[in-house]
């Protein structure tokens, strides 16, 4: 028969071990002596006592206890969880992020539309960029969305990159669906890499 | 701990007003929160005991297990919304007391060197008839135990001060060290095995 695993050895010092393994414990001379070690160990530790504090030391550690957890507040269970996407570290890029795009598109669309006047001398090569939608892989589409990655909506806000509620709208219902498609893919890798 | 409905009294200074609360944990974690924050009083008065002797027991010294034991009812506070009725705040806190102890206080944690003489005037087992010598070498023992097991691997620490001092069952240790019954006696074994070799 096998030797006690550890598990029947913590049975044993606590008198739980089966009839079986009792018997085997007491024919065997390697588990019992393992056993009395467990059990001096178990006995030592036991004897050790624990200093009692004043009886003072009750109250005052009350007493800090309720100063500490007067500056607390209990917020509730189901508003920690819906709050918790919303939290505004984690909204300033997706903001920042939609303001500049939102900027992006109305500035493409207006000038796609002719709305803003521009020296003749630029107008040929400012047409270009706006023709190609700003496609993906672009050097000024990097730079902007690197830079919206990086910048708060309040210093966008401060730079007058904040365009209205309203114009952001108008261009997305004035958007083909490339462009959408474009924007939405570019919202949702916002918002998956803000709730990381 | 207590887990089931008890008279404990309160004296209000504001005219020595008696108030008896008989209301369970349960019911006062309920209380705090609807706003009651007087409940949270209750629940540390009749728990900071089990609490600071589970932190004495795994600091070694006063002043680590004061900090951990006012860490542990601050983090109850905040987490009281997700305490379940279901189970009892005495385990729950012991879980909580646990993490904190195990993550503040370190393995270079000071013990505390208590005095021989004054150490065996604390021994519970120290009886009137002992003799000064026979006191002198209990409080000698005591102090290279509780040295031994601070130097214990923390879940061991934390099954043997569990186990030992708080007399808690198997099953209920596992459910706070969020570890299998079979995980609970290994790490008991292995903890007393260790013992023996530090104090040998």
Known sequence: MSHLSPDEFVDAAAGALDATRTAHLEACAACRGQAAEVASALSAVRDVGMPEPSPLYWGHLSARIREAVSRET??????????????????VPVASAVALAGAVVVSGLMLREGRVAIPMDRAVETAAVADASMPDDSEAWRLLTSAAAETPIEDAHAAGMAVPAS????????MTPDELHALEELLQRELRGSGE | MLTTRTLSWTAKESGCKVTVVNETDAELVQACLEGRREAFDTIVERHQRQVYQLCYRFAGNHEDANDCVQEVFIRAYRGLKTFKARASLGTWLYRIGVNVCLNKVSAKSRVEALDPLIAASDERTASRDESASEALLRGERAAQVRAAIARLPKKQRATLVLRVYHD?????????????????????????????????
């Open chain 1, 74 to 91: 209990i917020v509730p269970a189901w508003r920690a969880v819906w709050l918790r996407p919303f939290r505004p570290q984690r909204l």
């Open chain 1, 167 to 174: 114009a952001i709208d108008g261009a997305v219902q004035r």
């Open chain 2, 168 to 200: 808690l069952p198997h099953d209920e240790i596992a459910g706070i060290l969020g570890s299998s019954v079979g995980a609970v006696k290994a790490n008991f074994f292995h903890a007393l095995n260790n013992l023996k070799k530090l104090l040998t």
